[in-house]
């Protein structure tokens, strides 16, 4: 093959013959994959709808769905938490200053929502969902966003009908057109302008982090410090700079969670005197199945289940509600662990 | 922190007694005698006189604790939380073009997994005649290819559109990274599974929770990307997608897909949430373009830069930057220290290689008065990197990605430097 590669090189017929299908080398390295493989990976959804399903789910069922997965980051309407993706509104902002880029203002296919919540939603918990429920959930977030009444049930049949609002808002790549000026045969050198004046400065918008001081430093290692302590003896009072670090971690849970006098149920129960007792006791809590079975098996909060619950919820108790994706950083888990302990 | 003789941990510190040190010279003008014997010669220092560590004493070595400020930085700002997040590679303090695994940014959309070697296995599957399984072990059976490439996240300098923000060459220009990757060209995967006629994309995916889904045309697929397991003769770090990531030269980060697990030809694009919702460009009218794969050409003076302030005073000052493109090899640079009234050529560290960071350097004389310093990146297309007003008349400030306008570095008499924008 390589002979007759040299021969036509220099060639005109050099690109039409690359284009034709390489006469590749076989390693026979590898082996054939399996239908059932094939079938557990091979999830995408293509806008055609290539790949979807059969199921379906209501706005209704979708409702409940989004509130026990979803809400905890983008809000009981789509609307986001905080920095969380907003999946709702900004429709007709595209244009301006600030565009507001959700689902219904920009996403130009459906089959990417619904492919996007089957197969990476909710965070943290990633393809826990069943295909009904991700349909039902891709028909509360059309609902959300006014595209769809609240009777609509969406399904593998009417997926196509839906029309996505900015489906026409996108244009291929056309850098090379509409940018052609930036080939500029020869950019100037001498002369190029008579004045330069400062427009803008960073140093006065002044938002670039600062760097950890020398203080912060030590005061970090001394937390670490605390927080080994408490682990090698948990029965201490936990350290007041550890209790006051985890003051700071806990307002990721202060959205679901109350704490201290006065504490009332909120999206998840009032959590004094959570440390060391039995799992799901705090009463009058409605608690999900998935704790009450813990509960019943005897499970108890003691340091090292709490820290792997904080890491990861769903690792724990797996049908549990709290939808948190976890505190990843073991120095935050044992602030907050501190931090719970103090109101015991 | 006065005291010269201890080494200062931190960024800040040095930069005092640097400044403070740089001022004195400064006021002597050119190379002074001492004013008495220096210390550090006439007495015998501990190092000079004890022992220092045995080997295996670091069985992985790391920087020296005096290096210890040149790490990844995140802006918190930026994003809900770190699992999803980017940070930024420490451009400022680093010469050369390779960037240390160590420090080279990251960017997760669902945080940086562990992913044994004995339990990777990669799919290619959809329009091909033999749908496959490989084992780590059998992608290093495959003839390999050593390749330098940049990989610049698309998003890079996108705090800039609107103007300046952000007070340093790490944050405005710091989601760029380059290696030596050492891996298989996903031709030579594609070829051992036999595509079929009709496929005219390959969609790439990642075995993380967000699998970060993007579809590549099959004639870039058979083209330069490697599936690559090695950076800079070593593993890939976890965080870069150990065991294996892809790497699409030229082409912007998100498509680099890590922990890559599935290959799958394609009749069309899957406009997965990466390539709708995200990665895409909208303009001023509203409308987006989509399928802005390549990089443009673009370059960034590194030093002196706000987070590397000229400490020195007056005279022979080293200023240096980096330059790349997406489009080929980098053929030119230009300097200008008066805000673009005039250009002179730098000086590249060796020739532009395709796809790969350019080193470029002008050595100057600085007479000690305010400069405004920009650099302007030349590809081997003629691309020449515009200006941001120039992009803005085309795109307006909307766009997020792909800002690849020439910076400004405003230094002043003591040497400072800060991020302006300039008329």
């Not at chain 1, 789509?78 to 999946?87: F, Q, S, T």
């Not at chain 1, 565009?99 to 909710?122: A, E, F, I, Q």
């Not at chain 2, 020739?351 to 310093?373: C, H, P, T, V």
Request: aromatic share 8%.
């Amino acid at each position: 093959m390589s002979k007759f590669r040299d021969l036509v090189i220099g060639t005109a017929l050099v690109s039409t013959l690359a284009a034709a299908p390489a006469l590749a080398q076989q390693f026979g390295l590898g082996r054939a994959a399996l239908p059932e493989e094939i079938a557990a990976w091979d999830m995408d959804v293509a806008p055609d709808g290539t790949g979807l399903p059969a199921g379906s789910g209501s706005v209704e069922d979708g409702e409940m769905l989004f509130s026990e997965n979803c809400a905890v980051c983008h809000g009981e309407f789509a609307e986001g938490v905080d920095n969380w993706p907003k999946l709702a509104g900004g429709d007709g902002t595209l244009d301006h200053d600030d565009p507001l880029k959700t689902v219904g203002s920009y996403w130009p296919y459906l089959s990417t929502v619904w492919d996007y919540v089957h197969r990476s939603m909710p965070f943290g918990g990633a393809q826990s969902l069943s295909t009904d429920e991700v349909y039902a959930i891709t028909a509360y977030i059309l609902y959300s966003n006014y595209l769809v009444d609240d009777d609509f049930v969406l399904s593998n049949e009417n997926f196509l009908d839906v029309e996505m609002p900015n489906a026409g808002g996108f244009i291929v790549d056309d850098r090379d057109q509409s940018e052609a000026h930036f080939w500029t045969a020869e950019p100037c050198m001498e002369n190029c302008k008579d004045t330069v004046e400062i427009t803008m400065r960073a140093a006065v918008l002044d938002v670039t982090p600062e760097e950890v001081s020398e203080a912060e430093a030590t005061a970090k290692a001394e937390l670490k410090a605390a927080a080994e302590k408490q682990q090698t003896a948990p029965i201490a009072m936990p350290d007041p700079a550890l209790v006051a670090a985890g003051e700071r971690v806990f307002r990721q849970c202060s959205s679901c969670h109350q704490i201290g006098e006065g504490a009332v149920h909120r999206v998840g129960p009032q959590l004094n005197g959570v440390v060391g007792r039995q799992v799901g006791q705090a009463e009058g809590f409605n608690y999900s199945p998935g704790v009450k079975k813990a509960a019943e098996e005897g499970m108890i909060w003691d340091h090292a289940t709490l820290d792997a619950y904080l890491e990861s919820p769903r690792a724990v108790i797996p049908k549990g509600r709290m939808s948190f994706q976890g505190l990843r950083s073991e120095e935050d888990r044992e602030a907050v662990i501190a931090y719970l302990r103090n109101y015991n | 922190m006065t005291d010269q003789s201890q080494p200062s941990t931190t960024r800040r510190g040095f930069l005092k007694a640097g400044l403070a040190t740089g001022g004195a010279i400064a006021a002597g003008g050119a190379a002074q005698a001492a004013q008495e014997p220096d210390p550090l010669i006439t007495e015998i220092q501990p190092w000079a006189q004890g022992l220092g560590d045995g080997v295996d004493a670091t069985p992985y070595g790391l920087p020296i604790e005096y290096e210890s400020d040149v790490i990844r930085r995140n802006v918190e700002w930026l994003t809900a939380d770190t699992i999803s997040s980017i940070n930024f590679t420490p451009i400022h303090a680093l010469d050369g073009t390779i960037t240390p695994q160590g420090c080279a940014f990251e960017r997760h959309h669902s945080g940086a997994i562990e992913l044994r070697k004995e339990d990777y296995r990669l799919m290619i599957n959809g329009l091909v005649d033999r749908p496959l399984i490989f084992t780590y072990a059998d992608l290093e059976r495959f003839p390999r290819e050593n390749r330098v490439y940049f990989c610049e996240c698309a998003a890079n300098s996108g705090m800039e559109w609107a103007g300046a923000q952000l007070n340093g060459a790490q944050f405005t220009h710091g989601m760029i990274h380059n290696m030596e990757y050492s891996g298989v060209p996903l031709r030579t995967l594609l070829e051992e599974a036999g595509v079929k006629p009709e496929g005219k994309w390959v969609y790439v995916e990642g075995a993380d929770a967000s699998s970060n889904g993007r579809s590549i045309p099959l004639e870039k697929a058979m083209d330069d990307v490697l599936v690559a397991f090695k950076a800079n003769g070593e593993a890939l770090r976890k965080e870069h997608g150990y065991p294996v990531r892809l790497v699409v030269p030229g082409w912007e980060g998100n498509m680099w897909v890590k922990w890559l697990r599935r290959v799958e030809v394609t009749t069309q694009a899957i406009e997965s949430r990466e390539e709708t919702s995200k990665y895409t460009d909208t303009l001023a009218d509203g409308t987006s373009r989509k399928w802005t794969w390549v990089m443009d050409a673009k370059s960034v003076i590194t030093s002196p830069s706000p987070q590397s302030p000229v400490t020195h005073g007056p005279g022979p000052l080293v200023i240096t930057g980096l330059a790349w493109s997406g489009r080929g090899a980098i053929t030119r640079v230009d300097v200008s220290i008066d805000g673009g009234k005039t250009w002179q050529i730098a000086r590249l560290a060796q020739e532009g290689q395709d796809k790969a960071l350019s080193r470029f350097y002008l050595d100057i004389n600085w007479d000690g008065s305010e400069m405004f310093l920009q650099s302007r990146a030349i590809d081997s297309t003629g691309y020449v990197q515009p200006t941001k007003t120039q992009l803005r008349e085309v795109r307006g400030l909307n766009s997020i990605y792909h800002n690849n306008g020439i910076q400004t570095w405003w230094v002043n008499a003591n040497g400072e430097a800060e991020n302006v924008e300039i008329s």
